[in-house]
């Protein structure tokens, strides 16, 4: 492995490390005090069909959708409400690429000129 090369893995580790300890706690099950949320009023879309469903309302608990329905949800104390108004509401798109060359060192830092 050249210098620049071990450098660059050095350099890049904190961040894998940073998320794959990430991913790991979003795939686990949320805590007994996670916060909630409740969604009312939104068509959701699943991505799976090219139509939103009926006007519905999406309690979250933690990272988990603990129930979708089209009546009423009753409002535990603690939960955050957010009035979708006939809005879609979607599966988060999550932009996990990155780019390697953007950690190089510059050609001084590098020994190059």
């Known amino acids: 492995m050249t210098s620049v090369s071990r450098r660059i893995f050095i350099a890049a580790l904190p961040l894998v490390v940073v998320g794959l300890a990430s991913a790991a706690r979003a795939q686990g ?3 007994a005090n996670a916060s909630a949320t409740l ?3 939104v068509r959701i879309f699943d991505g799976k069909s090219a139509s939103l469903s009926a006007p519905s309302n999406v309690l979250v608990k933690g990272n988990i959708i603990e129930r979708i329905s089209t009546t009423a949800v009753a ?4 939960v955050t409400v957010i009035a979708g108004n006939g809005r879609t509401l979607m599966p988060g798109l999550i932009d996990a690429h990155w780019h390697a060359m ?3 060192p510059n ?3 590098g ?3």
């Open 39 to 41: 969604f009312q009023n």
């Open 75 to 78: 409002i535990e104390p603690g």
């Open 111 to 113: 020994g190059h000129r």
């Open 29 to 31: 099950n949320p805590p």
């Open 107 to 109: 050609p001084v830092q």
């Open 102 to 104: 953007l950690i190089r």
